[in-house]
Structures are given as C-alpha cells and as structure tokens.
C-alpha cells in the first residue's frame, strides 16, 4: 500500500506543469490568471507575465493557457504588442491551448474580445490545438473576432469583469472543469465562489 501511494504521488510530482502566460494593464487578466491557479492548484500551474517571458518560456510548456484583454477598439494589449513578434516565431505543435480574453461587451460591443481572436489566429497559424471553446449564450455584443464563424462559440472564455463580474466565477469553475478534460490533466480542478 505504502508502495502505491509513493508512487502515485511521484506520478502526479513530475506530471508536466501548465503554463499560464497573461498580459494586464489593469490587473483584471493577472487576477482572472490566479484565479485558473487556485482552481487547477498551484503546483500544477506556473503563472507568468508576458512581460516577463521569453520564446523558451513558451517552448517549456506543452499546455498552455493564455490570458488577454482588449484594448482601444480592437486592439491587442501592450505587452502582447511588444511580444507580437516573437509570438509570430513560436512553433506551437504538439502543443494544446486555451485561451481566455478580457473585455467589456457593453463599452466596447463592437470589438467584445477582439484580442483573443487575434492571438488564437496567431498560434493556430503556428500549429496550434486549441481546447476551450466557450458558448457566446449569455453575453450581448455586436460584433467580435474571437467568435467562431457560424457555431456560437468563442475560441475561448470570455470573461468580463466591467459588466458582469458576478458571472466570473461560475464561468470560471465551469471553464476550468472543461479545460481539465480537454487537456487530459487526470485530475479534477476544485470549484471556488471567488
Ligand atoms: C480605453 C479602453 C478601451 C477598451 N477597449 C476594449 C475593446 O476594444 N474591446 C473590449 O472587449 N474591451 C475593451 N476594453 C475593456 C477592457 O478589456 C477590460 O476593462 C479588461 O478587463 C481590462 O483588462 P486588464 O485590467 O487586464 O488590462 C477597453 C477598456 C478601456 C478602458
């Protein structure tokens, strides 16, 4: 029994490790980043700033969750933007990823989570899985480039913090729950009324 149980714990101590990278100017994505943490454990999830990362960082992670706000119309958020060039560079096969984005779909309901649409047709161009597509049911927004033609889905969660910060945690519990399975991670994420 001792055997057993050491043995699944050294299975789950060297399990590889998500890597969460998210861009923020206002805190938002970086609280929503902990957030995926504390559902998924800390010692399963190493969450990284885009500012602080390189293209290896990317290289060491064969799932990853990334994290991006819009900003200014349509526009992708500053330190995505100063990371374009190198995201551009980064081969993504063989590896799996989910993409959450920030918005406000009432401030800015024609460009709801434009950010995340163009990040998700960089790193599929670059060979990309992408798991945790999210229904649009629930939200109001004119127009958007993280939808996905003609399927009601999102290329990922969309989260909004200006509008409806009361939604996030369950959005949160039902997405992690999702990604979990998609990524195969064999264990489950813990639920949080955060
Ligand atoms: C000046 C300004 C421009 C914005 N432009 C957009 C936009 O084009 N599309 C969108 O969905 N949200 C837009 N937002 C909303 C932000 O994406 C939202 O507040 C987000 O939570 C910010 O994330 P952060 O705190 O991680 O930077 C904008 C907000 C501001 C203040």
Same mark, same amino acid.
């Given at each position: ?40 454990? &800390? ?8 500012? $602080? ?25 500053? $330190? ?7 995201? %551009? ?20 309901? $024609? ?8 990040? /998700? ?7 990309? %899985?992408?798991?945790? /597509?999210?229904?649009? &049911? ?27 910060? &009361? ?6 519990? %039902? ?5 979990? /399975? ?13």
């Amino acid at each position: 029994m001792a055997i057993t149980a050491f043995g699944s714990i050294g299975e789950a101590a060297v399990a590889a490790k998500i890597g969460l990278i998210y861009g923020s100017d206002d805190g938002n994505t970086e609280t929503i980043a902990f957030r995926i943490q504390a559902r998924l454990g &800390e010692e399963n999830v190493d969450v990284l700033d885009v500012s $602080d990362v390189t293209q290896m960082d990317f290289a060491s992670y064969d799932k990853l969750i990334l994290g991006i706000p819009t900003w200014d119309f349509g526009q992708i958020q500053s $330190d995505w933007e100063d990371f374009w060039d190198d995201v %551009k560079e980064v081969g993504f096969e063989g590896k799996t990823v989910a993409l959450f984005g920030l918005g406000d779909q009432f401030g800015y309901g $024609d460009f709801f989570l434009d950010a995340m649409g163009m990040l /998700h047709d960089v790193i599929v161009e670059n060979g990309a %899985k992408i798991v945790g /597509h999210w229904p649009v &049911e629930g939200y109001e927004f004119d127009a958007s480039k993280a939808l996905i033609e003609g399927e009601g889905l999102f290329v990922g969660l969309g989260i909004d913090e200006d509008q409806q910060p &009361e939604l996030s945690a369950s959005r949160l519990n %039902k997405w992690v729950s999702q990604i979990s /399975h998609e990524f195969n991670l064999g264990y489950e994420p813990i639920e949080l009324d955060d």
